[in-house]
């Protein structure tokens, strides 16, 4: 499902008004690869990523969208970066804005596939062939590739 229960019930009190939002980023590491997600709604290559249910840790939150939008078991390893995004309003009008946490996972097991409607295909890429991507998404990978113990936070 690609709109959450709690966010559709927020929107039928706020309407399109601003709400912000927890997101994860999970970036899933097998050996010299990455999996990789293309998105139905704009077609853009990108780490899985989704939003916290109210009440879910974090790391758990990266856990279930892999298996949820890949149909890949993960364990989330590290938080590598903190970042806010910039705001977005969608097509429809809705405006929010995402507290967007990364994590460094790896692959406990599965074949990815475009499991829930979210992406039209979920594969491996090795991570010197890695398709275009938004900066932003290419620093999450690269700095879970290069985690070396210190999460990033944006000053």
Not at 48 to 70: F, H, K, M, N, S
């Amino acid at each position: 499902m690609a709109t959450p229960e709690f966010v559709l019930a927020l929107r039928e009190k706020i309407g399109t008004d601003w709400l912000w939002l927890t997101g994860v980023t999970a970036v899933v590491l097998r050996g010299d690869e990455v999996l990789l997600v293309k998105r139905a709604d704009n077609g853009q290559w990108t780490a899985v990523t989704g939003i916290v249910d109210p009440a879910e840790e974090p790391a758990i939150a990266a856990e279930r969208e892999t298996l949820e939008e890949a149909g890949v078991v993960v364990r989330a390893e590290a938080i590598t970066w903190v970042h806010v995004l910039p705001p977005h309003v969608y097509e429809n009008g809705d405006q929010s804005q995402f507290l967007d946490i990364a994590f460094r996972c790896s692959w406990v097991s599965g074949d990815p596939y475009p499991a829930d409607g979210e992406n039209t295909e979920a594969r491996w890429f090795p991570l010197d062939a890695l398709p275009p991507m938004s900066d932003d998404m290419s620093r999450r990978i690269r700095l879970a590739v290069e985690f070396d113990g210190t999460t990033r936070f944006e000053r």
